[in-house]
């Protein structure tokens, strides 16, 4: 399984940018995608999910600002990130969970993270 991340890049406060990840491989199906974000000396945190579903989660400092969508088609998920501020800025990373194709029975689950891309907002 491999996610393909794209999108980062340089904005200006209060600008936007659109960060792209698809899922490839040998995968039955995706359950959920995600976006987390890590900044130098700082854990990993949470940013938004969307199941295949349609269903969304934002983390609080982002709300209202970004939004997750996705093209299931293409396994795709999109992040619009609107507004963005200084804070934003990090090394984004998404994340997926599928199931997968096995010898064994059934489609076990599988977790799997893209490489990151960069956003930098500058102020």
């Known amino acids: 399984v491999q996610l393909q991340a794209s999108g980062g890049g340089l904005v200006q406060t209060g600008g936007s940018l659109t960060l792209s990840c698809t899922v490839s491989g040998s995968i039955v199906s995706w359950n959920s995608m995600n976006w987390y974000r890590q900044t130098p000396g700082n854990q990993r945190e949470f940013v938004a999910s969307i199941t295949r579903g349609g269903d969304t989660t934002y983390a609080d400092s982002v709300q209202d600002r970004f939004i997750i969508f996705r093209n299931s088609a293409r396994s795709t998920a999109y992040l619009q990130m609107n507004s963005l501020k200084p804070d934003d800025a990090g090394i984004y990373y998404c994340?997926?969970?599928?199931?997968?194709?096995?010898?064994?029975?059934?489609?076990?689950?599988?977790?799997?993270w893209g490489q990151g891309t960069l956003v930098t907002v500058s102020s």
């Open positions: 994340n997926a969970h599928v199931r997968v194709y096995s010898t064994g029975p059934g489609y076990p689950p599988y977790e799997s």
